[in-house]
């Protein structure tokens, strides 16, 4: 049985001499370093599990340093590749907060049970993440349904339920038109 693996960040280039990578994180949790003992690095053609020797924060950036890796050259071939770790190793969340790729895949539905579409995105804009609802277009319908931009307020997204996959919003007038 395959575990699910979770993307944390992506390996920019070496660091010094002596093998290290440094790595632009995709978490919210930089200090999760602290906990890492083993990632699994991909990309392709490549898919390999690498023990961190040591590991630390330099400029918003991980550095890490894998056990076979001993010199700028090994770095060098590891450029560019996902880092991975196993899902149920994600740092926990609190009550009501998601991830992301947990989010995305929903079914949308109104408060009144009324189909809106998927969950295909989330543009994270700073202040409030906005959730993109792919319409589905029925048989009867000749052209495409646009996209719908939902703001992730508590005033529109009502429920969320991860085991019954759907998301329940609360639009505002005109948003679904």
Request: charged share 30%; aromatic share 10%.
């Amino acid at each position: 049985m395959t575990s699910q693996m979770t993307t944390i960040g992506q390996v920019l280039s070496p660091f010094g001499k002596f093998g290290e990578v440094k790595v632009f994180p995709y978490s919210d949790f930089l200090d999760r370093y602290r906990l890492l003992k083993e990632v699994k690095l991909e990309g392709e053609g490549f898919e390999e599990f690498k023990v961190i020797k040591n590991a630390y924060i330099h400029r918003n950036l991980w550095v890490f340093h894998f056990e076979d890796c001993n010199t700028r050259d090994d770095a060098s071939k590891l450029l560019g590749l996902t880092v991975k770790i196993f899902s149920k190793d994600r740092v926990k969340l609190p009550p009501g907060e998601y991830y992301l790729d947990q989010i995305i895949g929903l079914e949308a539905l109104t408060v009144e049970g009324e189909k809106l579409g998927t969950v295909k995105d989330i543009i994270k804009t700073g202040s409030n993440d906005v959730y993109v609802i792919r319409q589905e277009a029925n048989e009867n319908e000749a052209t495409k349904k646009k996209d719908i931009l939902v703001p992730a307020l508590k005033t529109v997204v009502k429920k969320i339920s991860l085991k019954k996959g759907y998301i329940k919003l609360d639009l505002p007038l005109g948003l679904d038109d």
